[in-house]
T-cell receptor
Framework: DADVTQTPRNRITKTGKRIMLECSQT?????MYWYRQDPGLGLRLIYY???????NKGEISDGYSVSRQAQAKFSLSLESAIPNQTALYFC??????????????FGPGTRLLVL | QQQVKQSPQSLIVQKGGISIINCAYE??????FPWYQQFPGKGPALLIA?????SEKKEGRFTISFNKSAKQFSLHIMDSQPGDSATYFC????????????FGKGTKLTVNP
């Protein structure tokens, strides 16, 4: 099922361009995350949000910004894209209200190429 | 600094064999240790998880072994199948659950038929 959707799925852009990656979820979760995946480096947290008014930097936030437009929407922006931001980007959600919840649910990913 | 160290980076196993992936951590505040499985073109998905109050958790062919004193945990896949071929990530959290996970670098498992 497509509880967590990401758009676009693939994007090619040029150095210096501003781009936005969007994430939407229908799971009703309050917590949302943006990760970056690079070969051999695993998943690294960029930003996370525990509710609409809460935005927090992750491990590698430099060069990125986010917006939590609603509980269901969390966008990642690259203000001025550079080639080393070429990567696979994942959005994820988790549920604070369910004490038995033990997982983050990941979207299908956005593959970004910066030329 | 890398908070969760995962090895090996890649692993090739014959069908029916045992796959073992290891992770080590330094932060003694970690209290939740999940493993995620990722197939090509897909996002990671939770496979199995353990909390430090138990030393082992088994779900079907997948087992987590946890050694609190050594600050290590491992994933064992018994009777490995070609369908298990995927990238596996260990992770850890200090929140007791799924918030703010710290991931290992991943292990690409290939199970040959």
């Amino acid at each position: 099922d497509a509880d967590v959707t990401q758009t676009p799925r693939n994007r090619i852009t040029k150095t210096g361009k501003r781009i936005m990656l969007e994430c939407s979820q229908t799971k009703g979760h309050d917590r949302m995350y943006w990760y970056r995946q690079d070969p051999g480096l695993g998943l690294r947290l960029i930003y996370y949000s525990f509710d609409v008014k809460d935005i927090n930097k992750g491990e590698i936030s430099d060069g990125y910004s986010v917006s939590r437009q609603a509980q269901a929407k969390f966008s990642l922006s690259l203000e001025s894209a550079i080639p080393n931001q070429t990567a696979l980007y994942f959005c994820a959600t988790s549920d604070r209200t369910n004490p038995l919840q033990e997982t983050q649910y990941f979207g299908p990913g956005t593959r970004l190429l910066v030329l | 600094q890398q908070q969760v160290k995962q090895s090996p980076q890649s692993l090739i196993v014959q069908k029916g064999g045992i796959s073992i992936i290891n992770c080590a951590y330094e932060n003694t505040a970690f209290d939740y240790f999940p493993w995620y499985q990722q197939f090509p073109g897909k996002g990671p998905a939770l496979l199995i998880a353990i909390r430090p109050d138990v030393s082992e958790k088994k779900e079907g062919r997948f087992t987590i072994s946890f050694n609190k004193s050594a600050k290590q945990f491992s994933l064992h896949i018994m009777d490995s199948q070609p369908g298990d071929s995927a990238t596996y990530f260990c992770a850890a959290s200090t929140q007791g659950g799924s918030e703010k996970l710290v991931f290992g670098k991943g292990t690409k498992l290939t199970v040959n038929p």
